[in-house]
């Protein structure tokens, strides 16, 4: 049997996504933490081009370089102490050298991948619409972390998001390309106007424009038929963590909360679902 022969075999295409989805959850890591970075650089950058001053001298930073290392002891992390998952666990969650404690959300990041990643090999099998649903899977994991730490959405992973979808649905992967075009466009709109309409009621920002080039991306991989599913499973989940952080953690209803995670998990679940959710709320009314 040849190796695309054994791909086409659904359980071991789920366990290849498996396995490959660990590998992606620990540079999903590097992005989460090292992007915001980026971006921040750039603007003090572009400040300072503004302002006609000198830029701020900083060692390069990229996502390949420098090599991890410890925050605290700045012990660069070898390749025996990068394998997903394993080496947290030998290390005991925390760093060979100075024993600092190391973050459970590295390895839950990397499980998170690789258990999503199987699911949707097992569930796509070797096609083209895997590839998609891996795609956009690692984009969702990777926007909602950093939406989570810094309550930003970059452009960077948006925007080229957004022109995936349609690319992939040029075949028809997910929907028809028509329906996609129409989604990116009231995905972006449907947001747009809840931002405007709570301004003028409020005179306060109710969430950022990133949240619209998510949306927009999301109705662009699953057309404008999901998006009706996608803002109410979003709104519910995001009303029902909201209320539980006031109430329980006595959180200040002045303090935002980041609608990104929110917003990637209702269409994680879109994806998967999404004809069934819909069928079965239609079936309801």
């Known amino acids: 049997m040849t190796g695309l022969e054994l791909l086409a075999q659904p359980a071991y295409f789920a366990a290849s996504c498996l396995l490959f989805g660990l590998a992606v959850g620990s540079f999903l890591n590097v992005v989460i933490h090292r992007l915001p ?4 650089r750039e603007w003090q950058a572009q400040c300072a081009e503004l302002a006609d001053a000198p830029s701020p001298v900083m060692e390069p930073l990229s996502l390949s370089r420098p090599r991890s290392f410890c925050p605290k002891c700045h ?10 998952v394993v080496s947290w666990l030998v290390l005991r969650g925390r760093c060979s050298s100075c024993k600092a404690p190391i973050s459970p959300r590295y ?3 990397e499980i998170l ?23 956009f899977i690692w984009a969702m994991i990777a926007l909602s972390f950093i939406d989570l730490d810094t309550q930003l959405l970059p452009d960077d992973i ?15 992967a997910f929907t028809d390309l028509r329906s996609a075009v129409i989604g990116a466009i009231a995905g972006y709109l449907a947001l747009w106007c809840v931002y405007w309409g709570f301004k003028l009621a409020t005179g306060k920002e109710g969430m950022g424009y990133g949240d619209f080039k998510l949306l927009a991306a999301i109705g662009a991989w699953f057309g404008y ?8 499973l979003s709104s519910l989940v995001g009303a029902a963590v909201g209320i539980t952080l006031i109430v329980v953690a006595r959180r200040g209803r002045e303090v935002p909360i980041p609608f990104g995670p929110y917003l990637a998990a209702a269409g994680v679940l879109a994806m998967f679902w999404g004809q069934s959710l819909t069928h079965a709320y239609l079936r309801l009314l």
């Open 158 to 172: 948006t925007l080229p998001l957004l022109w995936a979808g349609l690319l992939f649905n040029l075949g028809g």
């Open 225 to 232: 038929q999901l998006l009706p599913l996608t803002i109410l």
């Open 113 to 135: 991948t690789a258990m999503l990643s199987a699911y949707a090999g097992w569930r796509f099998g070797f096609t083209l619409a895997a590839a998609g649903a891996l795609l």
């Open 75 to 84: 012990h660069k992390i070898s390749a025996l102490e990068n394998i997903p």
């Open 37 to 40: 970075q980026m971006m921040e």
């Open 107 to 109: 390895p839950l990041v």
